[in-house]
């Protein structure tokens, strides 16, 4: 029974249907295996994440569908989200009483033996726990058996958003609050129109990096990574330790230098120490930082594309253990000569408070994998003057803070 307190415009469909149309939700195509042994699935708009312990999720499928009719059978499912490249995928699911869905599509068993769709952008393997009535739709609980992204290409993700499909444009993102970062999100809320500004001039990913203890936190990202690249994950915590994350330390104090390389490096490796001491005072002089791809780099990036957060203590593990492999100060620290071609993963630029500590940094993805020199080279200088003015912005706010006081 409705409420007489229920307006009239709430009770319409059509009018309900519009104005929720103003919230964007993600694609995901639900598979499983039917009675038959032969794959079936749906598109549905409706999926969330619903606990993280016990680990569930869930979707709402209309109570007349008769897609679910058929999967509904099925003790496992798979949530595969779509990417914004599949959206021909998500028309051919969509269609109702097909039985063509999977026909030219590539896919493999999850360990359920529901179909996990090839490019995904992830899949989510569950085990069907209970089916809830919910006016004319259900509520679909599933317990999670396994997940993974799809790390060898990270795409963006499919969306639906008023009536239409279209695809997630990342511009500029911060982390949300925590209690441990609300100094260093206010900093990176003064550089955001900044770090637009360049992402947009150069058709790059610019970040904001800041220190908090002994991690190094992705506080925001600008910018639209280039096609087969998911956009940086802000919030991403990684370990604070040689090399990474140099020039949060190159302007400190001898005594926190030493505590970064202790941090990374065991305490007999005196001629590794030495070298990254020597690289740290060329980097004062330099101002800036520039990464080339290597295996070490391409293991630690498809590492961070599963999504994974920092900790737990295994991924901290892994992580270190793939720095262990990075080449010392070399990793941070190249000469670019202008006409040769070079992979670069980034480049980085100091952000200075009213102090002279640095804060935090801005760094830039997204280069071509062979860019001459001379262009590399044009681009830090670009980045440099940017993290200038973010310094600028800081100082300025700094000082009318003092004045108010």
Same mark, same amino acid.
Not at 144 to 171: C, I, M
Not at 221 to 242: C, I, K, M, N, Q
């Given at each position: 029974?409705?409420?007489?307190?229920?307006?009239?415009?709430?009770?319409?469909?059509?009018?309900?249907?519009?104005?929720?149309?103003?919230?964007?939700?993600?694609?995901?195509?639900?598979?499983?295996?039917? @009675?038959?042994?032969?794959?079936?699935?749906?598109?549905?708009?409706?999926?969330?994440?619903?606990?993280?312990?016990?680990?569930? !999720?869930?979707?709402?499928?209309?109570? *007349?569908? +008769?897609?679910?009719?058929?999967?509904?059978?099925?003790?496992?499912?798979?949530? *595969?989200?779509?990417?914004?490249?599949?959206?021909? !995928?998500?028309?051919?699911?969509?269609? %109702?009483?097909?039985?063509? %869905?999977?026909?030219?599509?590539?896919?493999?068993?999850?360990?359920?033996?529901?179909?996990?769709?090839?490019?995904?952008?992830?899949?989510?393997?569950?085990?069907?726990?209970?089916?809830?009535?919910?006016?004319?739709?259900?509520?679909?609980?599933? +317990?999670?058996?396994?997940?993974?992204?799809?790390?060898?290409?990270?795409?963006?993700?499919?969306?639906?958003?008023?009536?239409?499909?279209? %695809?997630?444009?990342?511009?500029?993102?911060?982390?949300? =609050?925590?209690?441990?970062?609300?100094?260093?999100?206010?900093?990176?809320?003064? =550089?955001?129109?900044?770090?637009?500004?360049?992402?947009?001039?150069?058709?790059?990913?610019?970040?904001?990096? &800041?220190?908090?203890?002994?991690?190094?936190?992705? $506080?925001?990202?600008?910018?639209?990574?280039?096609?087969?690249?998911?956009? +940086?994950?802000?919030?991403?915590?990684?370990?604070?330790?040689?090399?990474?994350?140099? $020039?949060? /330390?190159?302007?400190? @104090?001898?005594?926190?230098?030493?505590?970064?390389?202790?941090?990374?490096?065991? +305490?007999?490796?005196?001629?590794?120490?030495?070298?990254?001491?020597?690289?740290?005072?060329?980097?004062?002089?330099?101002?800036?930082?520039?990464?080339?791809?290597?295996?070490?780099?391409?293991?630690?990036?498809?590492?961070? &594309?599963?999504?994974?957060?920092?900790?737990?203590?295994?991924?901290?593990?892994?992580?270190?253990?793939?720095?262990?492999?990075?080449?010392?100060?070399?990793?941070?620290?190249?000469?670019?000569?202008?006409?040769?071609?070079?992979?670069?993963?980034?480049?980085?630029?100091?952000?200075?408070?009213?102090?002279?500590?640095?804060?935090?940094?801005?760094? $830039?993805?997204?280069?071509?994998?062979?860019?001459?020199?001379?262009?590399?080279?044009?681009? /830090?200088?670009?980045?440099?003057?940017?993290?200038?003015?973010?310094?600028?912005?800081?100082?300025?706010? @700094?000082?009318?803070?003092?004045?108010? &006081?």
């Amino acid at each position: 029974m409705i409420s007489p307190d229920v307006s009239d415009r709430a009770q319409d469909p059509r009018y309900l249907r519009s104005v929720l149309a103003h919230y964007p939700t993600g694609v995901v195509a639900v598979t499983a295996m039917g @009675e038959d042994g032969e794959p079936i699935g749906m598109v549905v708009g409706s999926f969330s994440s619903v606990s993280m312990d016990p680990p569930l !999720v869930s979707f709402m499928p209309s109570r *007349n569908s +008769a897609s679910f009719e058929v999967l509904r059978a099925s003790r496992h499912f798979c949530v *595969n989200v779509l990417g914004d490249h599949q959206e021909q !995928v998500c028309r051919a699911f969509a269609v %109702k009483g097909s039985t063509q %869905k999977f026909v030219g599509l590539r896919w493999r068993p999850a360990s359920s033996g529901a179909p996990i769709l090839e490019s995904a952008v992830a899949w989510i393997d569950c085990d069907q726990q209970s089916v809830i009535e919910a006016g004319d739709h259900y509520i679909v609980l599933g +317990a999670v058996r396994d997940l993974a992204t799809n790390g060898s290409a990270p795409e963006l993700p499919l969306l639906f958003f008023q009536g239409g499909y279209g %695809k997630f444009s990342p511009s500029s993102r911060v982390m949300p =609050a925590a209690p441990d970062v609300l100094e260093q999100i206010r900093m990176a809320d003064q =550089a955001r129109d900044h770090m637009d500004a360049l992402a947009r001039e150069l058709g790059m990913e610019c970040g904001a990096v &800041a220190p908090v203890e002994d991690f190094l936190v992705r $506080l925001a990202s600008a910018g639209t990574p280039r096609h087969g690249f998911a956009p +940086a994950r802000v919030g991403l915590r990684l370990p604070f330790s040689a090399p990474m994350g140099p $020039l949060l /330390v190159a302007w400190a @104090e001898p005594s926190v230098q030493q505590r970064w390389l202790d941090r990374g490096l065991p +305490a007999d490796e005196i001629e590794q120490r030495e070298r990254h001491l020597a690289a740290l005072a060329r980097l004062r002089v330099r101002g800036w930082t520039v990464s080339v791809y290597n295996d070490a780099f391409r293991a630690l990036d498809e590492r961070l &594309a599963t999504g994974e957060d920092m900790p737990p203590i295994r991924f901290r593990d892994h992580l270190r253990a793939i720095e262990s492999r990075l080449d010392g100060s070399t990793t941070y620290e190249h000469d670019l000569l202008p006409d040769e071609l070079y992979q670069v993963r980034n480049v980085s630029a100091p952000v200075f408070d009213a102090r002279g500590d640095v804060v935090m940094y801005l760094t $830039l993805f997204g280069f071509p994998m062979a860019t001459p020199g001379s262009r590399v080279l044009d681009v /830090v200088n670009r980045l440099v003057h940017t993290a200038s003015r973010v310094t600028d912005a800081l100082s300025w706010t @700094e000082y009318q803070s003092r004045r108010s &006081a």
